[in-house]
């Protein structure tokens, strides 16, 4: 030690020295009986001996490669960790934020213990190597340590990227062109030191778009597709669920009959209007009875507008099978039926206009019986004069139109309150009590001009 003249490195007698921490983060005392000839050359480890030795500090770099706040969890580890806690939930079992950090910390120590595992292997194997080849490193030049310090941080930093993609060729096969990897590297890291693999895949392949991009000829398309796509749209897949309504007389279950798609619909999303309007209404007659107020004048008519509309006369054409809107469009292909609506599901009622009234009822089946036709107790000719004659062309295309992937998700979720009303959460109520309402001119003894 005296005789090296380092710079401010020092002995203590009450004090741990410089020297004595140096000595022991680099395990000067185990490097000095593996590889005495580096060790009696060089003042400090050589950053490729530490690259070697898997050392997190480096020498002339600030900080720590591997510290408490820059270390993340490897992606496969994340993988891992999300597969768990995916498998738990597909299983219907309560996911909480304890469940997922418990299961997070085994994972990390799991890993650590692993990879710590595998650290002191390789500790040992790096100093047999050393052990080696201590006299041919020790009789590198300077120029020659700092080549090998580079081309060790090239290359890891080369191979931690080449690995996230290495399934590209694309990649890879633009890093060799431009001189980033040599054709050994990539023999090394990915195709097992086989460089004739390596030759392989660097050939090209001339002409090989040809086959891809040739459109002379059109394939013969013999409509088989079509129709298993009309098969998937119109029949369940193992496992999946439908509704579907039907009529019963009363509360004879035998007695039910099933309702064509086209029907359902309709009459799904009428009821499902009705009880979101219902809902609506409820809430302002709630609120104002909060207030110590009835509805006000305008609300009141408009309340016994909605109760009017309780009942709704629909008429649907079998062959085109769509709703009728227009009366120009009514022939002897036709039917009518009075929709009684209510918010108790028991008083839903379905009858051919001025017929006999069956309960409607919604079924929830495996399968549905797409080819459902209407059961004879509706099919009843159109009477002449239940017709509106104020319905609108436009009325008659938004009826006919096939429903949208937005109104379609929008069904569901109405079918799915009306079913569970318990799981529906209470909307408040789309009228507002103003600040001129009749109410209030009332109270000051003034009314509407």
């Given at each position: 030690?005296?005789?090296?003249k380092?710079?401010g490195?020092?002995r203590?007698?009450?004090?741990?020295?410089?020297?004595g921490?140096a000595?022991k983060e680099?395990?000067?005392?185990?490097?000095?009986?593996?590889?005495?000839?580096?060790?009696?050359?060089?003042k400090e480890?050589?950053?490729?001996?530490r690259?070697?030795?898997?050392?997190?500090?480096l020498?002339?770099?600030?900080?720590y490669?591997?510290?408490?706040?820059s270390?993340?969890?490897?992606?496969?580890l994340q993988?891992?960790i999300?597969?768990?806690?995916?498998?738990?939930?597909?299983?219907g079992?309560?996911?909480?934020?304890q469940?997922v950090?418990?299961?997070?910390?085994?994972a990390?120590?799991l890993?650590?213990?692993?990879?710590?595992?595998?650290?002191?292997?390789f500790?040992?194997?790096?100093?047999?190597?050393?052990?080696?080849?201590?006299?041919n490193?020790?009789?590198l030049?300077e120029?020659?340590?700092?080549?090998?310090?580079?081309?060790?941080a090239?290359?890891?930093?080369?191979?931690?990227?080449?690995?996230?993609?290495?399934?590209n060729?694309?990649v890879w096969?633009?890093?060799?062109?431009?001189g980033y990897t040599?054709?050994?590297?990539?023999?090394r890291?990915?195709?097992?030191?086989?460089q004739q693999?390596?030759?392989?895949?660097?050939q090209r392949?001339r002409?090989?778009?040809?086959?891809?991009?040739?459109?002379?000829?059109l394939?013969?398309?013999?409509?088989?597709e079509?129709?298993?796509m009309?098969?998937?749209?119109m029949?369940?897949?193992?496992g999946?669920t439908?509704?579907?309504?039907?009529i019963?007389?009363n509360?004879?279950?035998?007695s039910?009959?099933?309702?064509?798609?086209?029907?359902?619909k309709?009459l799904?999303?009428?009821?499902?209007?009705f009880?979101?309007e219902h809902a609506?209404?409820?809430?302002a007659?709630?609120?104002?009875?909060?207030?110590g107020?009835?509805l006000?004048?305008t609300q009141?008519?408009r309340h016994?507008?909605f109760?009017?509309?309780?009942?709704e006369?629909l008429i649907f054409c079998k062959r085109r099978?769509?709703?009728?809107c227009?009366?120009k469009?009514?022939n002897?292909e036709c039917?009518?039926?009075?929709?009684?609506?209510?918010?108790d599901?028991?008083?839903?009622?379905?009858?051919?206009?001025?017929?006999?009234?069956?309960?409607?009822v919604?079924l929830?089946?495996g399968?549905?019986?797409a080819?459902?036709?209407i059961?004879?107790e509706?099919?009843?000719?159109v009477?002449?004069?239940?017709?509106p004659?104020d319905?609108?062309d436009?009325?008659v295309e938004?009826?006919?139109e096939p429903?949208?992937?937005?109104?379609?998700?929008?069904?569901a979720?109405?079918m799915?309150?009306f079913n569970?009303?318990a799981?529906?959460i209470?909307?408040?109520?789309g009228?507002d009590?103003?600040a001129?309402?009749d109410?209030?001119?009332?109270?000051?003894?003034?009314?509407?001009?």
């Amino acid at each position: 030690m005296e005789g090296l003249k380092l710079t401010g490195y020092f002995r203590g007698c009450f004090c741990g020295s410089k020297w004595g921490k140096a000595r022991k983060e680099q395990n000067w005392t185990l490097l000095c009986k593996t590889v005495p000839a580096i060790c009696k050359r060089f003042k400090e480890l050589p950053n490729s001996v530490r690259r070697i030795l898997n050392m997190s500090h480096l020498k002339n770099e600030w900080g720590y490669t591997q510290k408490a706040d820059s270390v993340h969890i490897p992606y496969p580890l994340q993988v891992c960790i999300e597969d768990m806690v995916m498998e738990r939930i597909v299983l219907g079992e309560e996911v909480t934020m304890q469940f997922v950090a418990n299961t997070m910390s085994f994972a990390i120590d799991l890993w650590n213990e692993s990879v710590g595992t595998m650290q002191n292997l390789f500790y040992e194997k790096s100093l047999e190597m050393l052990q080696q080849q201590d006299a041919n490193f020790a009789n590198l030049s300077e120029d020659a340590l700092v080549m090998m310090d580079q081309a060790g941080a090239h290359i890891s930093k080369t191979y931690r990227k080449l690995q996230m993609q290495w399934h590209n060729k694309l990649v890879w096969l633009a890093w060799h062109q431009r001189g980033y990897t040599s054709q050994l590297d990539i023999a090394r890291w990915l195709f097992d030191g086989n460089q004739q693999s390596v030759i392989a895949q660097l050939q090209r392949s001339r002409d090989s778009m040809t086959r891809l991009c040739h459109l002379t000829e059109l394939p013969e398309f013999a409509g088989e597709e079509d129709g298993e796509m009309e098969h998937m749209r119109m029949h369940q897949i193992d496992g999946e669920t439908s509704y579907q309504w039907a009529i019963q007389l009363n509360e004879d279950v035998s007695s039910r009959r099933l309702l064509p798609e086209y029907v359902g619909k309709i009459l799904g999303m009428r009821v499902c209007k009705f009880a979101q309007e219902h809902a609506s209404w409820e809430g302002a007659i709630r609120k104002r009875a909060e207030m110590g107020k009835p509805l006000t004048n305008t609300q009141q008519v408009r309340h016994t507008v909605f109760l009017a509309s309780a009942q709704e006369k629909l008429i649907f054409c079998k062959r085109r099978k769509r709703l009728i809107c227009d009366a120009k469009q009514v022939n002897k292909e036709c039917f009518a039926l009075e929709l009684n609506l209510s918010d108790d599901a028991t008083k839903l009622t379905l009858a051919p206009v001025r017929g006999t009234a069956h309960r409607l009822v919604l079924l929830k089946a495996g399968t549905m019986d797409a080819a459902a036709l209407i059961p004879s107790e509706l099919d009843r000719p159109v009477p002449g004069d239940i017709v509106p004659d104020d319905q609108s062309d436009g009325d008659v295309e938004n009826e006919g139109e096939p429903l949208g992937e937005d109104q379609i998700r929008d069904y569901a979720d109405q079918m799915h309150q009306f079913n569970n009303p318990a799981d529906a959460i209470e909307e408040e109520a789309g009228v507002d009590v103003l600040a001129d309402s009749d109410d209030d001119l009332e109270a000051l003894g003034l009314s509407h001009v």
